[in-house]
Nanobody
């Protein structure tokens, strides 16, 4: 059972940046695509970005050109660099391991989430 731990969330002003990290407990991390999802208060959890085993990437339109997903398989760690943050980016951010898809059902393992709050 792979465990995922996110970190790097916090409070930032609009226009600022944050980098989220997601550390996996096992080297099998490299065998999965890694995705980031987010859930804002009162809303459904939504797809943010995914990076495949061979480093292909896909982003939600709402974050394209502002967020960058990456991974370091030697460290069992994935990242989400978030720039030009907006108040509407406020959410709990989750990392997950699974298939290279944007749907939550394709992911087998989930972290506990990290809160990102963007003030206007």
């Amino acid at each position: 059972q792979v465990q995922l731990v996110e970190s790097g969330g916090g409070l930032v002003q609009a226009g600022g940046s944050l980098r989220l990290s997601c550390v996996a407990s096992e080297r099998t991390f490299r065998n999965y695509a890694m995705g980031w999802f987010r859930q804002a208060p009162g809303k459904e959890r939504e797809f943010v970005a995914v990076i495949g085993r061979r480093l292909s990437t896909t982003y939600a339109d709402s974050v394209k050109d502002r967020f960058t997903i990456s991974r370091d398989n030697d460290k069992n760690t994935g990242y989400l660099q978030m720039n030009t943050l907006k108040p509407e980016d406020t959410a709990v951010y989750y990392c997950a391991l699974g298939n290279y898809r944007s749907t939550q059902g394709e992911y087998n393992y989930w972290g506990q989430g990290t809160q990102v709050t963007v003030s206007s």
